[in-house]
Nanobody, 115 residues
Framework: QVQLVESGGGLVQAGGSLRLSCAAS????????MGWYRQAPGKQRELVARITSGGSTYITDSAKGRFTISRDNAKNTVYLQMNSLKPEDTAVYYC?????????WGQGTQVTVSS
């Protein structure tokens, strides 16, 4: 079992920054990648960024150049640094962890970007 707890969401003006954190606990040795998804009202959940156990990263096109994903293995924590935020980034952001057989989700943290 793996538990994920997100933090760092909030209300920010357009152009501002936020850093989301996802603290993981449990049997982390089975986890092969971790990531961040978001879901805006009335829309499907979408992948924002992910990082493999080897450190390879992926950022969705709409966030490239603005968002960075990183991890601190000693703390079992994954971060999403979000800069130059736009109103369209408003969503609930969910932390995700995947093993070969199972997917885990955090409870989500709200990010609201005002124009």
């Amino acid at each position: 079992q793996v538990q994920l707890v997100e933090s760092g969401g909030g209300l920010v003006q357009a152009g501002g920054s936020l850093r989301l954190s996802c603290a993981a606990s449990g049997i982390m040795s089975s986890i092969i990648l971790m990531g961040w998804y978001r879901q805006a009202p009335g829309k499907q959940r979408e992948l924002v960024a992910r990082i493999t156990s080897g450190g390879s990263t992926y950022i969705t096109d709409s966030a490239k150049g603005r968002f960075t994903i990183s991890r601190d293995n000693a703390k079992n924590t994954v971060y999403l640094q979000m800069n130059s935020l736009k109103p369209e980034d408003t969503a609930v952001y969910y932390c995700n962890a995947e093993s070969r057989v199972r997917t885990y989700w955090g409870q989500g943290t709200q990010v609201t970007v005002s124009s």
